[in-house]
Nanobody, 122 residues
Framework: QVQLVESGGGLVQAGGSLRLSCAVSGTIRFNVMGWYRQAPGKERELVAGIDNGGDTTYADSVKGRFFISRDNAKNTVYLQMSRLKPDDTAVYYC?????????????????WGQGTQVTVAS
C-alpha cells in the first residue's frame, strides 16, 4: 500500500520561507515526485517536479524562489519555498508517479498526499 505523508505547511509572513516534506511509503519506486497546489476557486496546478535522475521542472511563478529536491534513500521529496507571496497561499499536494517528468504538466495521475495548507499573510 502506498502512502504519501506531507508535513511543513503553515502560516508565514510575505517574504518568509517554508519547507515542505513528503515521505512516500510502500514498495513502488517512483520515477517522478513533485508538488501541486490548489487555491480556493482555482484548478490544481503544478508547482515543481523532480525525477530520479535529478531533472526538475518548475512553474514560472515559482522559478528562482522555490527549490525541489529528493532523497531517494528515504523516498522523500522536499520543497524549499522562499520569498513567499500571498499568491502562494494554497493547499499543497505531494504527487508520485511512474510516468515521465513531462507528464506532470498534462496529467493529474499517480498517487497523492492529503494536502498541507500554506498561508502567506501580507
Amino acid at each position: 500500500q502506498v502512502q504519501l505523508v506531507e508535513s511543513g505547511g503553515g502560516l508565514v509572513q510575505a517574504g518568509g520561507s517554508l519547507r515542505l516534506s513528503c515521505a512516500v511509503s510502500g514498495t513502488i519506486r517512483f520515477n517522478v515526485m513533485g508538488w501541486y497546489r490548489q487555491a480556493p476557486g482555482k484548478e490544481r496546478e503544478l508547482v515543481a517536479g523532480i525525477d530520479n535522475g535529478g531533472d526538475t521542472t518548475y512553474a514560472d511563478s515559482v522559478k528562482g524562489r522555490f527549490f525541489i529536491s529528493r532523497d531517494n534513500a528515504k523516498n522523500t521529496v522536499y520543497l524549499q519555498m522562499s520569498r513567499l507571496k500571498p499568491d502562494d497561499t494554497a493547499v499543497y499536494y505531494c504527487n508520485a508517479r511512474i510516468t515521465s517528468l513531462q507528464t506532470m504538466w498534462t496529467m493529474l495521475t499517480g498517487y497523492w498526499g492529503q494536502g498541507t495548507q500554506v498561508t502567506v499573510a501580507s
